[in-house]
């Protein structure tokens, strides 16, 4: 018997996930809450743009996780801790956190004790939004390769505008840090003892897709270009790093002092880490044709490449990266900025009529009755900003046709279906560039709980929706690297065979449904563009009209 | 001693108001909420847009109310049921119903006993929206003139489209109606026994604001034209009328019948009727330049020209009617199709938060507390179409710019200020046609009861809005016409300005708030433009864009 586990660093909780490699059977599962912040998350009421982490949150969550997992699995009579064979780790991202030199967390420090600045800066901290305009302008006039990869604009959620934002707001912690770890390097360096951020294996996937890294030029942007921005940025490149590597490869070793804390055995393998959705994917069966989209607060929709063979730049695609997803290939990154987001917001504050009448489940339940078009409403899934294909934070919600007679209900699918229809325009896309989707694999919360949200991305797309089988494919992509670096399977895919699988209830597309939500897609394809692109030039008179003689041809 | 009772017809109910004409002083009000249907509305749960009155109600109403002033009256010592003069009536319109030869209404025979269709067809009946579209067709190949008064667009709500709508749903009410009256019209010929069709004095007010009426062609629409829909319209014609009349004319003497059953003096007279918003405007003490808002579910917006002056024909404004108003100037009518009913909709069914966190004052309180743009929102204020100055039913509502963040104080005060923009839009045509708004008189009840609202719309006009004194407007006009009828006045100017006055506090605008409303009011133009006009074509993109910019600009 072998057996791995998945560390999950998620935006408010970790998981550890414990495995059978041979047939991906979960054995146990185990999540400890950030306890720092609300929910995990350190805000700031007075900006809502905030948000961090504490990292030692991130270590407790080692011991936590894993220890509760080793204790449940003793239910299985066959189970021996010391079959467990590697570690793999997923984490949120871009998560960067200043360190010292010895990869120490410069908040754990006396000094920056509390300095919410000094701690980790979580992937949904948009603070640094003047800064990824600056990093944008700059690289389209005199390095546009840097944003052909990453889609075109560099994001506020990203290594660098972050590690800029904090040079301007508080030099202190930025000249105090060495240099700076991506949240999934700094679990694999501290489980291996190989912290040190000149020491680390850094993560390609981190790398790639959030820090313009690319082979082609050298690695990461160039000092003269960093320095550009200020001179001490430039300097910081030096302390950075010049190699990365895929989840195939070991960081490194488990030290005998976690062996002894977690009750592992010393010296077992840690793949090297990646961002959740990457792992997620992997955890899901993602190929070559095969869409994962994963299905939470927002969505990340992963494609890789054909072995072996490259991909055009793709305007508006947030990132291409040899080797981010499985190796060999070449990862491709798309997503939501909001999906669970959107529905929360309406059922938590703008219809928060109890916990009966507004719950996500009686609202799906009267929302399951309307037909397609029968509300007369459209809306934009903008209100967390539009990720893909417009790579754009500035962009808000729009919700439209709005009459007297308007329900709750009858918002709540309009805002289910707008996510569907971001979710085709992402699909389109990928195709326009001749990057095929074959397949469809959903996983994640929403895929699991609302069988109302499948159905209408089945009719919106037009196209099957399987569900993963695992509830966790994040851990579970982390316990397949696991496997595959400590030589538990020959490679990704034979491991993805033996532990990935899909569930037998799929949603297939309902014809009816199908056409009226194509003249639909025309309209949010209309508001769109018109909203969403500078150099749209076209009335918008026809929506409101098309979308009432639609109602009325529904019937009701 | 001399007074008057105005009896003022409402959409759920009838108000009877006994006034001094000397000071206008009230003596007393009493309310009578019409027994059928829902709140006074027979209603279809399969077609929104049926709503009808069973004229019984009407009737009833008379007694009730009447008798229930005279009864309050008793209070005042010097009050003698003997010294009520006149009574004058204000209605709903168009509010028109099918009645025989001898002017009952039909519905009242058994033959059509709860037909909805042989009842009055309220107002806000928008059954008949595809006969409007021909009508308005027709007339803009054939008689551009006809719908030059009546802002270029002939409405669903209007009196020839319902009449159309019958003969091609009911055929049989059609054929056995001799002819139809306007609400009005039959309460001051009951009262006066006047009621037969072909001798009841037709209301100018009614008959040129909705029925197409201009001395110019000879009255109503020309049978040729009417017929070339159905011959049985044409037909029809002839059983209608040729003349009407000003509210400064005597409909008759009230019955004897009436008297006693009423207590009051036989032979009485009764001034000619005319719809609410006129009477009301009347009862704000309009006179040129001084525009009166009557704000309540939808609001009416109103405007006299200098008496004895002629106005050019203003596009999109409903009406343009010699005497509709005052008589000797030219009535014009403008209004937004829903005002209160925006807000109620709101509060009553997407943010039903219970009585407490959803009710107005609550939402009304937070969203005092919000600066202009500070929510990053804006929306259109079609919730039930726009009557002025679009005057399309078929447009719905927008609101824009939300995020995770938005809250439903937010949207309260979003939908506020959509409403006050529309109020500007309709104040800035009525300019640029040379009609000049010097002051703004507000009355209803959302005037009385919103100071937020009152002041939203200070800012967003940027003028000063003041209260009209009486809670009553509408059956204070009716009151003031009765006046001037029996010769208590010598005209209406006299008459109103014993009669009428504003209140103390005014609502000034607040420089700041100006400022910022007016960068706002360009982005609903730019909205209204672009969905409201076919002939625009602009990108919209700038919108989202630019309300954050003002968001950021106001520091919160």
């Known amino acids: 018997m072998a057996y791995t586990v998945g560390l999950d660093y998620g935006t408010n909780s970790v998981r550890a996930l414990l495995v059978d490699i041979a047939d991906g059977r979960e054995l146990a599962s185990f999540v400890y809450e950030y306890p720092t912040g609300k929910n995990g998350i350190i805000l700031d009421e007075s900006d809502h743009n905030l948000a961090r982490q504490n990292p030692a949150d991130y270590l407790e969550g080692i011991e936590a996780t894993v220890k509760g997992v080793l204790e449940k699995a003793k239910a299985d009579k066959d189970f021996r801790a010391g079959d467990v064979i590697a570690i793999g780790v997923d984490t949120t991202g871009s998560t960067p956190l200043p360190v010292d030199k010895t990869g120490n967390a410069l908040v754990m420090s006396d000094e920056f004790k509390d300095n919410p600045n000094a701690m980790a800066w979580l992937w949904k901290d948009h603070t640094s939004f003047a800064e990824a305009a600056e990093i944008t302008e700059l690289a389209r006039k005199e390095k546009p390769e840097y944003?052909?990869?990453?889609?075109?604009?560099?994001?506020?959620?990203?290594?660098?505008?972050?590690?800029?934002?904090?040079?301007?707001?508080?030099?202190?912690?930025?000249?105090?840090?060495?240099?700076?770890?991506?949240?999934?390097?700094?679990?694999?360096?501290?489980?291996?003892?190989?912290?040190?951020?000149?020491?680390?294996?850094?993560?390609?996937?981190?790398?790639?897709?959030?820090?313009?890294?690319?082979?082609?030029?050298?690695?990461?942007?160039?000092?003269?270009?960093?320095?550009?921005?200020?001179?001490?940025?430039?300097?910081?490149?030096?302390?950075?790093?010049?190699?990365?590597?895929?989840?195939?490869?070991?960081?490194?070793?488990?030290?005998?002092?976690?062996?002894?804390?977690?009750?592992?055995?010393?010296?077992?393998?840690?793949?090297?880490?990646?961002?959740?959705?990457?792992?997620?994917?992997?955890?899901?069966?993602?190929?070559?044709?095969?869409?994962?989209?994963?299905?939470?607060?927002?969505?990340c929709d992963m494609l890789v490449s054909e072995s072996g063979q490259s991909v055009p730049d793709i305007e508006g695609i947030c990132g291409i990266v040899d080797g981010s997803i499985l190796p060999g290939c070449f990862g491709l990154e798309a997503g939501q900025s909001a999906v669970g987001d959107i529905f929360n917001w309406f059922v938590n504050y703008i219809e928060p009529g109890g916990k009966q009448a507004g719950s996500h489940q009686a609202l799906t339940e009267k929302a399951n009755k309307l037909r397609p078009g029968q509300s007369g409403l459209l809306a934009l899934d903008w209100n967390n900003g539009n990720r893909t294909i417009l790579v754009d934070q500035r962009l808000t919600g729009l919700l439209l046709g709005q009459t007297l007679h308007t329900r709750p209900e009858d918002i709540y699918r309009t805002l289910i279906e707008a996510t569907a229809f971001g979710a085709l325009t992402i699909i389109n896309r990928f195709e326009e560039y001749g990057v095929k989707v074959n397949e469809v694999i959903n996983c994640g919360g929403i895929s699991e709980k609302n069988a109302l949200v499948m159905q209408i991305y089945a009719d919106v797309c037009n196209r099957e929706m399987k569900i993963s089988s695992s509830a966790q494919t994040c851990a579970l992509g982390s316990c397949i690297a696991a496997a595959v670096v400590a030589g538990g399977h020959g490679s990704f895919a034979d491991a993805q065979k033996a532990m990935c699988s899909v569930k037998e209830t799929t949603f297939k597309p309902i014809s009816a449904n199908v056409s009226v939500y194509k003249k639909l897609y025309k309209l949010y394809t209309q508001l769109h563009d018109a909203f969403g692109k500078v150099d749209y030039n076209q009335s918008l008179h026809n929506v409101m009209k098309d979308l009432l003689e639609i109602k009325d041809n529904t019937n009701c």
Chains 1, 2 share one sequence.
């Open 147 to 299: 944003l052909a990869k990453c889609g075109g604009v560099y994001s506020s959620e990203w290594f660098f505008s972050k590690l800029l934002h904090c040079l301007r707001i508080d030099e202190k912690v930025f000249e105090a840090a060495f240099s700076w770890v991506e949240c999934c390097d700094f679990i694999t360096g501290n489980l291996t003892g190989t912290q040190a951020p000149n020491v680390v294996k850094r993560s390609r996937c981190a790398a790639g897709h959030k820090a313009m890294y690319n082979k082609g030029w050298g690695g990461l942007p160039a000092k003269e270009f960093l320095a550009k921005f200020d001179s001490r940025l430039g300097d910081l490149r030096d302390r950075l790093y010049d190699q990365t590597y895929a989840v195939d490869t070991s960081a490194g070793k488990l030290t005998a002092g976690w062996a002894k804390k977690l009750g592992l055995q010393e010296g077992i393998d840690v793949a090297v880490g990646a961002f959740d959705a990457h792992l997620g994917a992997v955890g899901s069966g993602i190929g070559p044709g095969k869409l994962v989209k994963i299905l939470g607060t927002s969505s």
